[in-house]
C-alpha cells in the first residue's frame, strides 16, 4: 500500500487523539502492524493512553478470590496441579471392545466408519487395524480413544 498524505494526516491526528493500532487500522484499513510501523517511521511522540479513573468517593472493589479445590495444597506447584486436574478427570478404564470383525481390516479395507487402530507390527504379514465401528468425526473406537486422547 502506498500511504498518501491523507492517510498520513489521519494515521497521526487518530494515533495523538489515543486510538489504539487496531481501531486505526480498522478505520484505515490496514493491518494493525502496518500502522504501528508507520508510527515507528514517522517518528510519532509516544500518545498518551486512554486511562478510565475512578471517582475519588467510589469504593474500590476487590477482584473476586480464586479458590482451589480442597484436595490441593496450597503450597503445591503449577505442574502439580496441572498433573492432579488431569488425574481427576482422567476416567476408571476405557470402556469394553466388541466383538473383531471376521476379516481382518486393511489399509486397502478402511472405512469411514470403521477403527483405524493399527494391531500388530506394519512390517509383519499379520498386521492390521481394530475395524471396529466407531462414531462419526472421530478415527477410532471409544475404547481406543480412551487409550490415544489420555
Given at each position: 500500500?502506498?500511504?498518501?498524505?491523507?492517510?498520513?494526516?489521519t494515521l497521526?491526528?487518530?494515533?495523538?487523539?489515543?486510538?489504539?493500532?487496531?481501531?486505526?487500522?480498522?478505520?484505515?484499513?490496514?493491518?494493525?502492524?502496518?500502522?504501528?510501523?508507520?508510527?515507528?517511521?514517522?517518528?510519532?511522540?509516544?500518545?498518551?493512553?486512554?486511562?478510565?479513573?475512578?471517582?475519588?468517593?467510589?469504593?474500590?472493589?476487590?477482584?473476586?478470590?480464586?479458590?482451589?479445590?480442597?484436595?490441593l495444597r496450597?503450597?503445591?506447584?503449577?505442574?502439580?496441579?496441572?498433573?492432579?486436574?488431569?488425574?481427576?478427570?482422567?476416567?476408571?478404564?476405557?470402556?469394553?471392545?466388541?466383538?473383531?470383525?471376521?476379516?481382518?481390516?486393511?489399509?486397502?479395507?478402511?472405512?469411514?466408519?470403521?477403527?483405524?487402530?493399527?494391531?500388530?507390527?506394519?512390517?509383519?504379514?499379520?498386521?492390521?487395524?481394530?475395524?471396529?465401528?466407531?462414531?462419526p468425526y472421530?478415527?477410532?473406537?471409544?475404547?481406543?480413544?480412551?487409550?490415544?486422547?489420555?
Amino acid at each position: 500500500m502506498t500511504w498518501t498524505d491523507a492517510c498520513v494526516e489521519t494515521l497521526t491526528n487518530l494515533w495523538q487523539s489515543g486510538y489504539s493500532g487496531s481501531l486505526i487500522g480498522v478505520e484505515l484499513g490496514l493491518t494493525r502492524s502496518a500502522v504501528i510501523g508507520k508510527v515507528q517511521r514517522l517518528k510519532l511522540p509516544s500518545r498518551t493512553t486512554l486511562v478510565f479513573r475512578r471517582r475519588s468517593g467510589a469504593p474500590r472493589q476487590k477482584p473476586p478470590a480464586k479458590t482451589q479445590p480442597r484436595t490441593l495444597r496450597s503450597r503445591s506447584s503449577p505442574r502439580q496441579v496441572a498433573k492432579a486436574r488431569v488425574r481427576q478427570r482422567r476416567p476408571a478404564a476405557p470402556p469394553e471392545l466388541g466383538a473383531a470383525p471376521a476379516i481382518p481390516v486393511t489399509v486397502l479395507t478402511l472405512t469411514p466408519v470403521t477403527c483405524n487402530w493399527p494391531e500388530g507390527d506394519p512390517k509383519l504379514a499379520g498386521f492390521h487395524f481394530c475395524g471396529r465401528e466407531k462414531p462419526p468425526y472421530t478415527a477410532y473406537c471409544p475404547h481406543h480413544a480412551a487409550i490415544a486422547y489420555r
